[in-house]
């Protein structure tokens, strides 16, 4: 069983950049950050394997995400941040070689607060 802990979330003025990172206690091949906001449905934003990334359509250009193997840590740097980009983060981590990145992960970790306002 691997465990998921995130850490960078926080409150931040619209424009501004926050960068969230996750770490991960046993091997993850695949690495999934994902949101919920209040009142919606969690929502796919970014993945990475070795294989490549990708990204929700709505934070393209803006957030990015990268991964330190040494250290089993993934990260979502978040700029031009929007109010709308306003929920809680979750990491997700798999170590499944094949599935979707947007949504087929077995570890979550409990959550990160990111609060931007206007």
């Known amino acids: 069983q691997v465990q998921l802990v995130e850490s960078g979330g926080g409150l931040v003025q619209a424009g501004g950049s926050l960068r969230l990172s996750c770490v991960a206690s046993g091997r993850t091949f695949r690495f999934g950050w994902f949101r919920q906001a209040p009142g919606k449905e969690r929502e796919f934003v970014a993945a990475i394997s070795w294989s490549g990334d990708t990204y929700a359509d709505s934070v393209k250009g803006r957030f990015t995400i990268s991964r330190d193997g040494a250290k089993n840590t993934v990260y979502l740097q978040m700029n031009s941040l929007k109010p709308e980009d306003t929920a809680v983060y979750y990491c997700?981590?798999?170590?499944?070689?094949?599935?979707?990145?947007?949504?087929?992960?077995?570890?979550w970790g409990q959550g990160t607060q990111v609060t931007v306002s206007s």
């Open positions: 997700a981590g798999s170590d499944a070689l094949r599935g979707n990145p947007k949504s087929d992960y077995g570890y």
